[in-house]
């Protein structure tokens, strides 16, 4: 019989915070495996702290996304957001499954060749293309989505000096009721600049006109914005068509789909908030099949939907390295993992669970990481069991934006595992060493004694 954990007595002050519609939030159930690998036999193999991805969690969330837009309307092509996860063996998994590369640097666009992907099937956002970029993209006849008029200008200057006609997109902003607006990115709907960037691209005659795009926001929870959008660019192809005598090929409805994160300061979970991809694709399709385009001659419907597809994949495991008590009596814990590797903690409240199975005795507990940075703090206030040194946690839900927004800071950047379909650890990227960090530095002669 095994003996149970001793639990000296404590008295202490309750920092209960703000309770939801279901009350206070209780503890979370232990996370011990990952896609029936153990956590334990992860990290004795890989280390701590260390990234684990869930292939078949991201199979089933592409197919799921994909079906609930494919049975409302004929046209779906999905383009994996390189930004939200660029490691390799990520984004080949959403080409194997059809989708294509949405890039937004010149980067991520190589990586998007490099990764097999064809010039024809990567759309090119964002407002930082060099000419270099942009002559690559046009000769590779890639969609490219142009930000503002600076940008529109060097196209036209370019088409001068390429075989190819470059391919383009007007990304449009506009008001969908949300706030804070999206207006930093794109021509405005409501004031008739995107209409005069059409004008000014079709008068030119050296661009083809090929799409529509917008990207409302991030983490968007109301799915009648995406209603409203969709309306405004179907609107706005349409009058393209009658106007111009020309027809839009596609309309590329952006991502900002939110995942089942807690954002900070929030009073409802996620859990309760989140509309289901079927939601999301009932407003945006509801709102191009009642638009009044030719059903024989649909535009493609675009989707470059990123964090609802791999937050659900990814893991974070780690080891707690100390316990304390602050100067006012709470109960913090120190983390081999912070911030620098955990970025999304600025703006989630991410789920902690232990990695063993623990006594059902809480405590309220502030979380830190082991950076020497006062803002390394992974979770201000939540229920945890009473963890010790050597203990192991996972965070789920990390598999959005944190293994491209990570830093170098202090420590190493861990391994990072793919439990493949058959249930078996992949190391897909490898950890820093010293020599691979200094590998591009340069010392001058004077110093170097």
Not at 117 to 129: A, C, E, L, S
Not at 131 to 136: M, R, S, T, V
Not at 325 to 341: E, S
Request: charged share 20%; glycine share 8%; aromatic share 10%.
């Amino acid at each position: 019989m095994d003996k149970k954990l001793f639990e000296p007595p404590v008295i202490k002050r309750m920092h209960t915070g703000m309770p939801g519609k279901m009350g206070m939030p209780g503890q979370l159930e232990p996370i011990t495996h990952i896609d029936q690998v153990s956590v334990s036999s992860l990290m004795t193999e890989f280390g701590s702290p260390l990234f684990v991805l869930s292939e078949k969690t991201i199979r089933e969330t592409y197919r799921n996304a994909l079906d609930a837009f494919q049975s409302r309307y004929p046209r779906v092509q999905f383009g994996w957001s390189y930004k939200t996860n660029y490691l390799d063996a990520i984004c080949r998994i959403y080409h194997q499954e059809g989708s294509w590369a949405e890039v937004v640097s010149g980067f991520e666009y190589d990586k998007a060749i490099r990764n097999g992907v064809g010039g024809r099937q990567i759309i090119f956002n964002g407002p930082d293309k060099s000419d270099e970029d942009l002559i690559k993209a046009i000769n590779n006849h890639s969609y490219i989505h142009i930000d503002h008029f600076d940008e529109l200008f060097t196209l036209i200057r370019l088409a001068d000096t390429t075989a190819a006609k470059p391919r383009v997109a007007v990304r449009v902003n506009m008001d969908t009721g949300t706030f804070p607006k999206w207006d930093r990115f794109g021509f405005n709907y409501e004031n008739g600049e995107a209409m005069g960037a059409i004008r000014k691209i079709i008068g030119s005659g050296k661009l083809e006109l090929v799409g529509l795009h917008t990207h409302i926001g991030t983490y968007v929870i109301s799915t009648a914005a995406y209603r409203i959008a969709a309306e405004k660019l179907a609107s706005l192809a349409l009058a393209i068509e009658r106007q111009f005598h020309q027809r839009i090929l596609y309309i590329d409805m952006g991502g900002g789909f939110a995942s089942l994160n807690n954002l900070k300061g929030a009073y409802h979970s996620a859990a309760d908030t989140t509309p289901s991809f079927d939601q999301y694709a009932e407003a945006i399709t509801g709102a191009l099949n009642s638009a009044g385009f030719d059903p024989d001659n649909l535009p493609m419907l675009f989707l470059e939907t990123g964090r609802a597809l791999v937050d659900d994949a990814g893991y974070l495991a780690g080891t707690v390295l100390a316990t304390k008590r602050l100067m006012d009596g709470r109960k913090a814990m120190i983390f081999d993992f912070g911030v620098n590797l955990l970025f999304t903690s600025f703006w989630y409240d991410h789920f902690i669970h232990p990695a063993q199975e623990m006594t059902e005795t809480t405590e309220d507990t502030i979380v830190y990481g082991p950076l020497c940075m006062n803002i390394d703090m992974l979770r201000d206030q939540m229920q945890l069991p009473l963890l010790k040194k050597d203990d192991q946690v996972v965070v789920s839900r990390v598999g959005a934006y944190n293994m491209t927004q990570w830093l170098q800071f202090i420590t190493y950047r861990p391994n990072v595992v793919l439990i493949g379909v058959d249930n078996r650890p992949h190391l897909i990227r490898k950890a820093e060493t010293l020599d691979a960090l200094i590998q591009h530095e340069l010392t001058p002669d004077y110093l170097s004694t």
